[in-house]
């Protein structure tokens, strides 16, 4: 398995405003995957990130309202722009390792006012 | 566009039953499927995963199955107890490229 960190591990922000999550493992992967999970639902992929590539988006997910960086293997940030309440949700990084299974961060949660 | 779901949605059950949570999907074309758990505010635990040549997984007293041709997997939990409540969500591989496709999630309660 891996061990896979978040920051912040939850914020309450103000409309309009940014925040970037951060995503750390504790060894060298592909593959980065960022989630969302808005209250009471399931989870829904925003989009992957290889490193020194474009991150993949999701129908639906658009790098303007979140960017993505990947500057190496074991580091990821996902940062939600001019945000608004709609967007209060928790926000998961995931990676994959052999035998294609994926591990979960324990997750941002965000709160917009 | 694959879709899964997961019955019930919520489940309560007294300490030390067996119990059988339910996931389906529509198209049987899998690459894997895996079965994380989620405690309330927290990140997801990966339980069992299956590659789609597997039928079944193994771990304590979990057991995963899959049976692609019906688009089902069961996850069967033996001698529940009150430190296993938490929600169980389902996810399917639809392909190589890693991405999962999540269940709506099992809510389970055991009582002590």
């Known amino acids: 398995s891996a061990v896979i960190s978040q920051k912040p591990s939850r914020d309450i922000c103000q409309r309009g405003t940014s925040l970037t999550i951060q995503c750390q493992v504790d060894s060298q992967v592909t593959m980065m995957f960022w989630y969302r999970q808005q209250p009471g639902q399931s989870l829904t992929l925003i989009a992957t990130?290889?490193?020194?590539?474009?991150?993949?988006?999701e129908s639906g997910f658009v790098i303007d309202k979140f960017p993505i960086s990947r500057p190496n293997l074991t580091f990821s940030t996902l940062t939600v722009s001019n945000m608004s309440p709609e967007d209060s949700s928790i926000y998961l990084c995931?990676?994959?390792?052999?035998?294609?299974?994926?591990?979960f961060g324990p997750g941002t949660r965000l709160t917009v006012l | 566009k694959q879709e899964v779901t997961q019955i019930p949605a919520a489940l309560s059950v007294p300490e030390g039953e067996n119990l059988v949570l339910n996931c389906s999907f529509t198209?049987?074309?899998?690459?894997?499927l895996q079965w994380f758990r989620q405690d309330p505010g927290k990140g997801l635990t990966s339980l069992l995963l299956?590659?789609?040549?597997?039928r079944e997984q193994t771990s304590g007293r979990l057991n995963a199955s899959l049976d692609k041709s019906s688009g089902r997997s069961t996850l069967y939990i033996a001698a529940s107890q009150p430190g296993d409540s938490a929600t169980y969500l389902c996810a399917v591989g639809p392909d190589s490229s890693y991405k999962l496709i999540f269940g709506s999630g099992t809510r389970l309660l055991v009582r002590p």
């Open positions: 990130a290889n490193q020194g590539s474009e991150a993949t988006y």
């Open positions: 198209d049987s074309a899998i690459y894997n």
């Open positions: 299956i590659q789609s040549s597997q």
């Open positions: 995931s990676v994959e390792l052999a035998a294609l299974e994926q591990f």
